[in-house]
């Protein structure tokens, strides 16, 4: 039986459910001993403690009684509000308080756009990582709600035979509750804050990035957004009709000084529209605009036509300081593709990431009087991601050139390209040149000849920078178990993905006999490999020999319930340095195999894979 509520606790929430109600009531607060008002002050509502904090002598009444309940001197109660929040005492921990009403709201999180669409690596190298420790919880919960605010605009606009004035539009009862609007007493407060409009006033100086759809692009929606005065990055999905464009218009314009990220999905645009577009992004007095990271995705219309890509391209002359473009399926062709290398090497000196992705650049190499030969790179690219676009091993020829003009290159995804052990081999020479830290070479149809030659060739370089390797989806056999364990003794690479490799018993048990030791390795990728009952054996050996793994990636390998028994055992004696065990999608589920097993993290699948072993 749960232990019950003590007074103290109880007479905490009464005091709490008093200040939700109405701003006198909160103001009291102020007044109470500094050790009773730590304990309220994470029992209140979102908007109780949000509309107490935007309170004028709040900040400096907080911090006084912090520096009062401490016995310290004046000296101390002169720290910046900023530091008692987020570094402070324990009375301090406003930003606690926010975490866990966050948490409480979306336990599964809500992860930043920025890590979605780019890869760790190269959220890393743009300097884009934002510690958890200095997150500012307060505003990614307003700015959460305000998108889950605009999702539910959506939605009744989908449901509405008529065009609904966002202004006058009212929160679904769901997300009221959530903020606590409807626990303040006054009825005409309460129908107030339940309005969209309200909540874009009170909370929108909160808001970094939103998320637009084009069915609510509306006049409306850019009056709601003016309360948005640091708004960084907008993601516009299904904007189509040129109503929605002239609005986003407006709304781009209003934003261009603080606008950094801008996505389009899903988006068409006609050669005039783009043009308005560039037009309103761009700085008053200037030719150019301050956006540092454009994500086009699935926005086809855009390189339709020559003329089009023509026009694209004079958009990105505007966005000159990009540091980042990501092209995704936009069926760009050669001629697009010819004018964009050479945009980015004459006219984008900061550009540090190019994706170009899932564009089938087919016959790239017929181009080669009028198109690689004749472009020199930007010196400033650091990331190459061309995955998914049909290249074959005469098109990377083509490349050769242009990887010997990017220096600085770090990050090369050739992923998704049949380029086979011809195109591998042509490759080869550019590694020993380039200082790559990541390779992936996912699905290129790589023979285990090719592979082994790949491995020999990393282990024998003089200075070898490479920290990732990616060479999954590319059928090696169970041949490949020793060349693998060879690699892994040399300590080059210290995250290797090779799942989907057709290793099998087999190639599991010659990993396991060859491995002696893996003194760099952290992460380890062998999902899909069809273990089988020689998974457990291979898992004890990772273990027992000396390595540095953090991660193992076990997913989808047929273990049964015996395999996993066997899993566990190994992690109760040397699991202590791992932090993730992924043994999702195998045969068994049961969850108390590894219920006394603290650490590490063990993913498991709520139900047992289907999986079909026939070939």
Not at 240 to 269: G, M, P, W
Not at 278 to 305: A, E
Request: with cysteine.
């Amino acid at each position: 039986m749960a232990a019950a509520t003590s007074l103290e606790k109880l007479c905490h929430q009464a005091i709490a459910k008093l200040a939700n109600r109405n701003e006198a009531n909160r103001k009291n607060l102020l007044s109470l001993p500094p050790h009773l008002l730590a304990e309220i002050v994470p029992l209140l509502s979102p908007v109780a403690l949000e509309l107490l904090q935007c309170e004028p002598d709040f900040n400096l009444t907080f911090a006084m009684k912090c520096a009062e309940s401490q016995f310290v001197e004046t000296k101390v109660a002169k720290r910046s509000f900023y530091d008692m929040m987020y570094k402070g005492c324990d009375l301090c921990s406003l930003n606690n308080a926010w975490k866990i009403k966050f948490s409480q709201r979306w336990p599964s999180g809500f992860n930043r756009r920025i890590d979605i669409l780019l890869s760790p690596s190269e959220v890393e190298l743009l300097n884009l990582h934002v510690e958890e420790a200095t997150t500012d919880w307060r505003q990614r919960f307003w700015e959460a709600h305000l998108q889950e605010c605009l999702n539910d605009a959506v939605a009744q606009a989908s449901i509405s035979h008529h065009q609904v004035n966002l202004s006058d539009m009212t929160l679904s009862k769901n997300l009221s509750e959530m903020a606590g609007f409807e626990l303040i007493d006054s009825e005409s407060e309460s129908k107030a804050a339940c309005m969209l409009k309200y909540s874009f006033s009170q909370f929108g100086k909160h808001a970094r990035y939103l998320r637009l759809r084009g069915a609510i692009c509306t006049k409306e929606l850019c009056c709601l957004l003016d309360f948005c005065l640091d708004l960084q990055h907008l993601a516009c999905y299904h904007i189509d009709t040129a109503t929605q464009i002239n609005h986003l218009c407006i709304l781009l314009s209003q934003k261009k000084e603080t606008l950094h990220v801008l996505e389009f999905r899903n988006c068409r645009f006609a050669e005039n529209e783009l043009l308005k577009i560039s037009s309103s992004l761009t700085l008053d007095g200037k030719d150019h605009c301050q956006l540092r990271h454009l994500f086009v995705h699935s926005s086809r219309t855009l390189f339709r036509k020559s003329t089009h890509a023509s026009v694209f391209i004079l958009f990105l002359h505007a966005c000159r300081a990009l540091e980042s473009l990501v092209l995704v399926d936009n069926q760009i062709d050669l001629l697009a593709t010819s004018k964009l290398f050479s945009t980015i090497s004459t006219g984008m000196l900061h550009l540090s990431l190019f994706h170009l992705r899932e564009n089938e650049l087919i016959g790239l190499s017929e181009l080669q009087s009028q198109f690689l030969p004749q472009v020199s790179i930007s010196m400033s690219l650091k990331a190459l991601d061309i995955r998914s676009n049909y290249l074959r091993s005469h098109d990377i020829k083509e490349f050769v050139s242009l990887f010997h003009a990017m220096p600085l290159l770090e990050l090369l995804n050739l992923s998704d390209n049949p380029i086979g052990d011809e195109g591998l081999a042509m490759l080869l020479p550019v590694l020993q040149v380039l200082q790559l830290s990541e390779l992936s070479l996912s699905a290129c149809d790589l023979s285990i000849k090719g592979a082994c030659f790949l491995l020999d060739e990393l282990t024998a370089m003089s200075k070898c920078h490479l920290r990732n390797l990616d060479i999954s989806h590319n059928y090696f056999g169970s041949s490949m178990g020793a060349a693998l364990a060879k690699f892994l003794r040399h300590g080059i690479a210290e995250r290797v993905d090779v799942g989907d490799i057709g290793l099998g018993a087999n190639g599991s048990l010659s990993l396991e006999s060859a491995l002696q030791d893996m003194p760099k390795l952290s992460h380890l990728i062998l999902r899909k490999n069809r273990l089988g009952a020689a998974g457990a054996p291979l898992f004890g050996k990772l273990l027992a020999v000396p390595n540095s793994l953090r991660v193992v990636d076990f997913s989808s390998n047929l273990l049964d319930r015996q395999c996993l028994q066997s899993v566990a055992n190994h992690l109760r004696l040397h699991g202590g340095m791992l932090d993730l065990v992924d043994l999702r999608n195998n045969l068994a589920k049961d969850p108390s195999i590894f219920s006394s097993i603290k650490q590490p993290e063990v993913l498991l699948s709520a139900v047992g894979a289907l999986y079909d072993d026939d070939p």
